[in-house]
């Protein structure tokens, strides 16, 4: 009898411990470490490969022969061909969605097999960037802030074969970010960069007359422009929703109505309005701009002051 006592005593202990374990509080880890906050790590990658190839499938699975347990996420990979500028763009604008201790595997890298480094980026929020240095981490720096940057050259966290001078997001990129995602020490990735390239996009600029800008994009596949000017600099312009605004594009004259979506007009009918990354955007209500008006990135663009006398052509 005294025994099964002991017995049932020793089980309700373990028991009692086990509950503790499993209710523990994320903040009593390291929830930002990635790989060891009890959770599935996170890849989020993002290239400019293009779909009708073999080379985004490669990485993966370099990457899940790494980190198995890693979830592996895609931004696209169908950013514009060695443009650095769009891929700055997207990752600065999926990135917050992300936890902290999310690693970002990014490939847009027009100097493959250069000088150029290939990077691990930690910012402020715990989120990871494993890319070449080369601009696309500036708008997210200077956003979130840089905790620390190093330079990937530990021969252990890169591919264990020949690397090539054209495939640097199978050989170094894409291990790299699954060795971190598997809970690699960071610091021992390589020696820390002190000074990383900054990409120099141009802004809009506002005067007494109004705002200058540039169409940097198109919104694929609706083929509504995307502008640099941001809808806060816009409303101090003093449009109101429903007036029509006298917009030069690449020096042409037209008249759009400044409206909150696309159906305040009729299908098929033009407005400009503020798009959920607050840019001043425009578009045709279930139409194609871009193709109708024959309107391509890149492009001007120039929003008078309300009340300013422009005659449309």
């Known amino acids: ?32 470490a990635p790989g060891k906050s009890g959770t599935r790590p996170i890849i989020v990658f993002m290239t ?67 000088s150029r480094k290939a990077v691990i980026v930690k910012t402020k929020k715990d989120q990871y960037f494993v890319l070449p240095d080369n601009g696309l981490i500036t708008p997210v720096i200077d956003r979130d802030g840089l905790a620390s940057a190093r330079e990937i050259t530990n021969p252990n966290w890169i591919i264990q074969a020949p690397i090539s001078s054209t495939f640097h997001g199978r050989d170094i990129f894409s291990p790299a970010g699954a060795h971190l995602a598997a809970g690699w020490e960071f610091n021992l990735v390589g020696p820390e960069v002190p000074q990383l390239v900054r990409l120099a996009p141009k802004t809009s600029a506002t005067t007494d007359k109004g705002i200058a800008g540039d169409i940097i994009a198109l919104d694929d596949p609706f083929g509504s422009l995307i502008t640099d000017i941001p809808g806060d600099e816009f409303k101090k312009l003093a449009y109101n929703f429903g007036d029509a605004v006298k917009v ?23 407005l400009l309005f503020i798009d959920s990354r607050n840019r001043v955007s425009i ?8 193709r109708k008006f024959g309107v391509e990135p890149p492009g001007t663009i120039f929003i008078p002051r309300k009340g300013a006398f422009l005659k449309v052509r």
């Not at 490969?49 to 499938?57: L, P, S, W």
């Not at 696309?262 to 033009?270: E, H, I, L, R, T």
């Open 1 to 32: 009898m005294l025994s099964r006592i002991r017995l049932l005593c020793l089980s309700l202990f373990v028991l009692a411990l086990t509950s503790a374990a499993c209710s523990k509080s994320p903040s009593q880890g390291d929830p930002a």
């Open 48 to 114: 400019d490969f293009g779909t009708a190839n073999d080379a985004v499938a490669i990485c993966k699975a370099v990457m899940l022969s790494i980190a198995p347990d890693a979830r592996i996420m895609d931004i696209t990979h169908r950013v514009t061909p060695y443009s650095i500028e769009e891929g700055a763009r997207f990752l600065e604008g999926v990135s917050p969605y992300y936890p902290a201790g999310t690693v970002f595997v990014t490939v847009v890298d027009p100097g493959v097999g250069t």
């Open 248 to 270: 030069e594009i690449n020096k042409k004259l037209v008249a759009l109505p400044y409206v909150k979506t696309f159906m305040d007009v009729p299908v098929g009918y033009s």
């Open 283 to 290: 578009a045709v209500n279930q139409g194609d701009y871009s």
